[in-house]
């Protein structure tokens, strides 16, 4: 033991103010109370009974007071309480975006790089002779007259079409993506919170798309027992309802989505926890929770296949571990030849984010 020398462990200093020590902590709170802000100061004022969050120099009172100077929170004109701001929303999704993805910083193209080579707009230290129906743009002037001069020498110098030499350029990729989130009443069943990680992962996606991948475009689905579209500013009020699982109107409503983008890269993410159990047929429901029912589960398959021939690649993560789900998982991947992950709660974001960067490489042609 003499060779063991022990240490008082000191924690690291926070040297964040207390109002920025309190925000963070408000903006995990809101992705809980579905950006319920009065529900979310009632936690922090639990915790702080309890921790000790506050002090006699700063309290919550401040802590709020602070909140509307600096733009986060606002008074209800309806009411009593206070609705979230943009720049709340948006902080929330940046935060989402440094947890799940890490730092990253801005891009002013916001395009995805491909294997393909030729006009583009980021160039390569590849070169190749000139051929016809290139780019006069792309002819590297300096090495094309070294050529020449090889060739003829100073004093009989001329430039021939042989002497030519192109730079490569990286074609740049933009992708249509379109996420569907699960909203069914399994994604909070058994007191298993599986919402509130499909939405980080949701907001943290949107955030990153429109901060290095401008140009590429995002939709968001929720589905539940029918489909709709939802704003981005909308996720974080996102909240589970007594639904069952219509996955075959939200992969009709995304299909509907992407067919109206030009662009050839396409692709669906969908975040679930549970099997098919409901189809719409004419005006009324069909819902079965037991088990795998055919009538749903080959009509969600017969829109796996459609994706696949529309070159739409169908990537699921499944954050469950229900064998009847895990079949049919296994069952769509196989027909639209797409991805699927089965993924712990904690691993869902690092998934997403290496599925996406993969994706919007592959250039459909």
Same mark, same amino acid.
């Given at each position: 033991m003499s060779d063991y020398h022990f240490f008082k462990y000191t924690p690291p200093q926070d040297n964040r103010s207390?109002?920025?020590?309190?925000?963070?902590?408000?903006?995990?709170?809101?992705?809980?109370?579905?950006?319920?802000?009065?529900?979310?100061?009632?936690?922090?004022?639990?915790?702080?009974?309890?921790?000790?969050?506050?002090? =006699?120099?700063?309290? &919550?009172? !401040?802590?709020?007071?602070?909140?509307?100077?600096? +733009?986060? /929170? #606002?008074?209800?004109?309806?009411?009593?309480?206070?609705?979230?701001?943009?720049?709340?929303?948006?902080?929330?999704?940046?935060?989402?975006?440094?947890?799940?993805?890490?730092?990253?910083?801005?891009?002013?193209?916001?395009?995805?790089?491909?294997?393909?080579?030729?006009?583009?707009?980021?160039?390569t230290?590849?070169?190749?002779?000139?051929?016809?129906?290139?780019?006069? =743009?792309?002819?590297? &002037?300096? !090495?094309?007259?070294?050529?020449?001069?090889?060739? +003829?020498? /100073? #004093?009989?110098?001329?430039?021939?079409?042989?002497?030519?030499?192109?730079?490569?350029?990286?074609?740049?990729?933009q992708t249509a993506t379109v996420l569907m989130i699960d909203i069914s009443h399994s994604m909070i069943l058994y007191g298993e919170d599986r919402i509130t990680p499909a939405k980080k992962v949701a907001m943290a996606l949107a955030e990153l798309i429109t901060t290095k991948y401008p140009k590429d475009t995002l939709d968001i689905i929720v589905f539940g027992n029918d489909a709709w579209q939802i704003n981005i500013k909308d996720l974080p009020y996102l909240q589970v309802g007594p639904y069952h699982t219509n996955t075959v109107a939200g992969l009709e409503l995304a299909m509907d989505l992407l067919r109206r983008r030009k662009t050839r890269n396409k692709q669906i993410f969908m975040i679930t926890d549970g099997k098919p159990t409901c189809l719409k047929v004419g005006g009324r429901y069909y819902k079965n929770s037991w088990g795998l029912d055919k009538k749903i589960i080959n009509r969600t398959l017969t829109l796996a296949a459609q994706c696949k021939k529309l070159h739409i690649p169908v990537t699921t993560f499944m954050i469950a571990t229900d064998s009847y789900l895990q079949k049919f998982v296994q069952d769509f991947t196989q027909i639209n030849q797409g991805k699927a992950y089965y993924a712990g709660l904690d691993k869902l974001g690092e998934f997403i984010f290496e599925d996406y960067e993969r994706n919007r490489r592959k250039r459909v042609r």
């Open positions: 207390d109002f920025e020590r309190l925000l963070d902590l408000f903006l995990q709170l809101l992705n809980y109370t579905a950006g319920d802000v009065a529900e979310a100061l009632d936690w922090m004022n639990q915790l702080d009974r309890k921790h000790n969050l506050t002090s =006699d120099e700063y309290g &919550m009172g !401040d802590f709020i007071e602070d909140l509307k100077k600096n +733009g986060y /929170i #606002q008074d209800n004109p309806q009411g009593e309480g206070f609705n979230l701001t943009p720049k709340s929303e948006q902080s929330i999704r940046k935060r989402a975006l440094d947890e799940i993805f890490g730092k990253l910083k801005k891009s002013k193209q916001g395009n995805h790089q491909t294997n393909h080579s030729g006009t583009g707009d980021e160039q230290a590849e070169r190749r002779q000139y051929q016809f129906g290139d780019s006069l =743009d792309q002819i590297a &002037m300096t !090495d094309s007259m070294r050529n020449a001069q090889i060739r +003829g020498g /100073i #004093q009989n110098f001329s430039l021939t079409e042989d002497d030519l030499e192109v730079q490569e350029n990286l074609f740049r990729t």
